[in-house]
């Protein structure tokens, strides 16, 4: 499964909206048979960018969207702790999703690099 971060998210709609094929593109197109998710998280995040929750729910009905669950906050809990510089209080909870799904972490965020076992894909 891949995880699609806010920063994923706001470049491929950008790629949409310019009708273009770009990096977040090119993510998605290598891999067309990979489940693909959004954590809650990074909904929440992305939705500052709209103002008509009639526009950002099309955008996202394509990728399963993740709630938060006890498993995810139990992983988000053992990164924070594990790590010497914790991550910011959204990347850890979106990273902590990731790892709880074993999922794949597509974003530009560098602190993402910082997480052990986490499989990070930039584009």
Known sequence: MLLLDTSF???FE???AENRFGGASAVLAARPQVPVAVSIVSLGEFAEGFLDPVALDAFLRPFRILQLSRMIAWRTALLQTSLSRCLGENDAWIAGTALAYGASLVAR???FSRV?????VTF
């Open 9 to 11: 998210l706001i470049e």
């Open 14 to 16: 950008s790629e949409l």
């Open 109 to 111: 965020e560098r602190a």
């Open 116 to 120: 052990p076992r986490l499989d990070y």
